[in-house]
């Protein structure tokens, strides 16, 4: 399967309003990948969580989007997948969430942030790098800033473009 086919697969996205929180545009989506060959030997469930977040001075709106994959036994992380299928297969999940995100929520949202984290064997932030210069522009977004805080964490700011 090209990459870009894996990006042009439809999933089917359940949203859920943010556990604990009374923000309205915090929301949870739930996709699953059933296990049908292409991701591993067991369904996989990818949690993307959306949450309203205030920038230092800035006074526009923001998200912060964080995810994760588990299956029925662990949590699986992206930089714990060995295989590049299974990387992308997650990251078209959560892009195409994201996209449903901004049209059901978040028209109004101005940026958005995240963080990969940098570890001893694997470096998530070049996936991360690569997959904003390839889909940024089609979510309408741009990089505005890339930041090292803590020797092993980059924070990343998106803009509305």
């Known amino acids: 399967m090209l990459l870009t086919e894996i990006f042009d697969k439809q999933f089917h996205i359940e949203w859920e309003q943010e556990l604990f929180s009374k923000q309205e545009k915090d ?17 996989t469930k990818i949690e993307v969580s959306f949450n309203e977040r205030d920038i230092k001075d800035l006074t526009d709106k923001a998200i912060n989007i964080m995810f994760f994959a588990t299956t029925d036994k ?44 940098k570890s001893n064997k694997d470096n998530r932030t070049k996936l991360y790098d690569t997959f904003i210069k390839k889909y940024a522009s089609k979510l309408g977004f ?12 980059y924070t990343y700011v998106l803009k509305r473009i």
């Open 27 to 43: 929301k949870v989506a739930i996709i699953y990948i059933e296990n049908n060959g292409e991701i591993s030997s067991r369904d």
């Open 74 to 117: 662990e949590i699986q992380t992206i930089d714990s997948t060995n295989r590049n299928k299974e990387q992308f297969l997650i990251f078209s999940a959560v892009y195409q969430a994201i996209k449903e995100y901004l049209v059901k929520y978040g028209s109004d949202i101005e940026y958005i942030t995240f963080a990969a984290i």
């Open 142 to 153: 741009k990089l505005l800033n890339k930041s090292l805080i803590d020797f092993r964490e």
